[in-house]
């Protein structure tokens, strides 16, 4: 999969800042890298998980010792801008 450089770099500075080295929280090791981009739908009823709510835009990531997968919300990343605020 080929992602957007300026987003990925845009993201690999964020979890630098925040996650500091990229050591695996779960297993020690890692590295961890990006894999793709996840639309996580929202719902405000479980019972309807496949009708309307939002969608957050998210970026997958592995660790490719243990498998433990974060998902990283683009626009906290400021890797894309989010919807304007209202009021
Ligand atoms: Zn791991």
Redesign the pocket.
Known sequence: MSLDKDTEDKVLAHLKKVWGDGV?R?????P?QIQGYVPLALSESPAASMFGGGVLPCIAIV?T????TKLVNLIVAGAIEGPPKNG
């Open positions: 695996c779960e297993c020690g090791k890692g961890q660790c010792v243990c498998g433990s």
